[in-house]
């Protein structure tokens, strides 16, 4: 079992890594991200506009003041582009997730599948291989995002360590196995890449948006609060929080991070069990 | 010993009965055909054999395991080649090879030897370390029967192993199939639409048409079924019926005259012809034309199902063709 998953990941890391397009988009899309959301939720790119006659001293001053209301509701000495990064880790995974279940849709449409079910092999290490390599992918750029908004400015409590990073890649992790689970399940028996798109596109933005992802919980009206409590991205992007704000005043608050972890591997196993049953019942021609 | 054996095997989807009550054993050893048109339910019998489909009704043994009870240890016992071409374009044929081996679980260093062995059978070990994408149409389709053979199956299925490919490709799978057979022993189930390939391969043939097999046997059989060979002769003199003497000559079944023209059926054609043309010189009468007809599995095909094999094929050639460019679009 673990030798097919193996081989079956090895196949799949090798096509990604072969694409140079994919390549490419990794380190670019994270980039555009960083930018387009630093800029268009900034507030205070909102007020520059319209006060754009005044002195520049002023919109200055004016920003400065915004800046720090924006920080208040993001949680004392943190600014917007922090919280947007960290949250940002979260989305990225659940990007990288959702082409797990196209890679089953597209297999089974050129046959590839086929090859697979005539082979003596347990359905279920089928999917387990595609949410092994999704979950390569999605790590590789989310580590990519990380260093780059390091680079863009993302500023980690003083405290910030080793363990701390392995803290948010161990929730990243967990989040995309069951994300990528999720995703397989859901489109095991879908056959067209439209009706599959179809599918991530009803939940990728609801997904993103109804979490902690990019906006904090407690500035959504109540019903959009209901939601993003359930959502798991918010669970992960609390903890990948938890740990980057680490601060030597503060300290790691390890309830916070205990429930985030229980939910999450809640999450992962139940997700990933779905998976495995769904693709033993599921994953036959026709 | 049968190695395939099925009992009203039936697969309906819906309305439509694919595949209806179908009941046939291959012996061990054969090169076993399904002929049948676009849609007779050669395919459908055949993923349902290579448990890629459950049957709706009735019951197969493959290799003397359940094809639904013991799906896996069928799947251990059996090699497929499908219809499309299901090797991966991003990955080298090596790399294609080495994962079929790991699916099947051969161990490394066994496949390294094997997979040298099968290439080499099928002329690609020049091309295994490039990307499948740069090759052609007829190297894929070797690829694809190379990766049915690197568990050494007791049973290789072929789905249309030549559709679509052209007259010199297709004489080198068929020299492949045989080889496989002599020099392994292999049991062979392929299903075919060309009558050609069938009558050049199998040792039996089953017409399957509308999920029903009209008919089994080998190809000879089936010809001799229809009745043996048949001699058009013409001859000058049309003013007198010779039907009755003719009918008396050594080897000839029955004698039909239109006009000038005599369809005298025959036992063996080759002795006929000559015995024949020699009474008739016997007879002062001349010859105006001659050509013996031996029966193809085209006309057993056509007095089996009603219809001409060839009819259907244009339809095929064309959805191939489609295929063929939305695989090119796609490179």
């Given at each position: 079992m673990i030798s097919e998953i193996w081989a079956l990941t090895i196949r799949e890391v090798k096509k990604w890594i072969r694409e140079p397009i994919l390549v490419f988009m990794m380190i670019i899309q994270p980039v555009i991200w960083l930018g387009l959301f630093g800029q268009a939720f900034n507030l205070t790119g909102l007020v520059q506009i319209p006060l754009s006659n005044l002195p520049p001293e002023i919109t200055q001053q004016i920003g400065a003041i915004f800046n720090q209301m924006i920080g208040s509701i993001f949680g004392g000495t943190l600014d917007y582009f922090t919280y947007?990064?960290?949250?940002?880790l979260s989305v990225v995974i659940l990007f990288t997730s959702m082409f797990s279940g196209m890679s089953v849709v597209w297999d089974r449409r050129f046959g590839f599948l086929n090859k697979l079910l005539v082979a003596p092999i347990a359905r279920g290490s089928i999917v387990m291989a595609k949410v092994t390599s999704s979950v390569i992918r999605g790590l590789f750029q989310a580590a990519l995002v990380f260093s780059i908004a390091f680079a863009f400015g993302l500023q980690a409590g003083n405290a910030f360590n080793v363990l701390d990073l392995l803290g948010v890649f161990a929730g990243l992790f967990l989040l995309s196995i069951g994300l990528s689970s999720l995703f397989i399940a859901l489109t095991i028996r879908i056959k067209s890449w439209e009706a599959h798109m179809a599918v991530v596109n009803l939940l990728n933005l609801p997904l993103m948006f109804a979490s902690s992802a990019l906006f904090p919980i407690n500035m959504m009206p109540d019903w959009l609060q209901s939601i993003a409590k359930v959502n798991p991205?918010?669970?992960?992007?609390?903890?990948?929080?938890?740990?980057?704000?680490?601060?030597?005043?503060?300290?790691?608050?390890?309830?916070?991070?205990?429930?985030?972890?229980?939910?999450?591997?809640?999450?992962?196993?139940?997700f990933s069990l779905i998976g495995i049953v769904l693709a033993e019942r599921g994953l036959r021609k026709g | 010993m049968a190695i395939v054996e099925t009992k009203d095997?039936?697969?309906?989807?819906?309305?439509?009965?694919?595949?209806?009550?179908?009941?046939?054993?291959?012996?061990?050893?054969e090169i076993f055909g399904f002929l049948g048109p676009n849609g007779a339910g050669k395919t459908t019998t055949i993923n349902m054999l290579t448990t890629l489909m459950n049957p709706t009704e009735g019951s197969a043994k493959v290799a003397g395991f359940d094809i639904v009870k013991d799906a896996n240890k069928v799947r251990s016992l059996i090699g497929l080649v499908p219809q499309d071409l299901t090797v991966d374009e991003d990955l080298t044929g090596m790399e294609n090879m080495m994962l079929q081996a790991m699916l099947y679980h051969v161990p490394k260093d066994v496949a390294k030897k094997r997979i040298e062995e099968v290439l080499r059978l099928v002329e690609l070990e020049d091309a295994a370390n490039r990307k499948v994408e740069t090759y052609s149409g007829g190297m894929r389709k070797r690829l694809e029967l190379a990766e049915g053979l690197i568990h050494y199956p007791k049973i290789l299925f072929l789905d249309e192993p030549t559709l679509g490919l052209d007259v010199q490709t297709r004489a080198v799978i068929w020299d492949y199939i045989k080889k496989l057979r002599e020099e392994r022993g292999m049991t062979i189930f392929m299903t075919t639409h060309y009558m050609e390939e069938a009558d050049a391969l199998c040792d039996r043939i089953a017409i399957i048409d509308y999920g029903k097999i009209r008919a089994l046997g080998k190809p000879k059989?089936?010809?001799d079924g229809i009745g043996g060979d048949v001699i058009e002769l013409a001859l000058f003199d049309n003013s007198k019926d010779f039907s009755e003497a003719i009918t008396k000559m050594p080897y000839v079944i029955d004698v039909k005259r239109k006009s000038e023209i005599y369809r005298i059926k025959v036992t063996k054609g080759e002795e006929a012809l000559p015995n024949i043309i020699e009474g008739i010189l016997k007879m002062n009468l001349k010859v105006s034309n001659v050509s013996l007809i031996k029966p193809t599995l085209d006309?057993?095909?056509?007095?089996?199902?009603?219809?001409?094999?060839?009819?259907?094929?244009?339809?095929?050639?064309?959805?191939?063709?489609?295929?063929?460019?939305?695989?090119?679009?796609r490179s």
């Open positions: 947007m990064a960290a949250g940002m991205i918010s669970y992960a992007s609390d903890l990948v929080r938890a740990f980057i704000l680490h601060s030597h005043s503060v300290g790691l608050d390890i309830s916070r991070i205990a429930l985030n972890f229980e939910v999450l591997i809640a999450f992962a196993v139940i | 095997l039936t697969k309906a989807f819906g309305k439509l009965i694919a595949v209806d009550h179908v009941s046939f054993a291959v012996e061990e050893g059989e089936l010809k006309q057993v095909y056509l007095e089996y199902t009603g219809r001409s094999l060839r009819e259907t094929e244009g339809n095929r050639e064309e959805v191939m063709r489609m295929m063929r460019n939305i695989r090119r679009a």
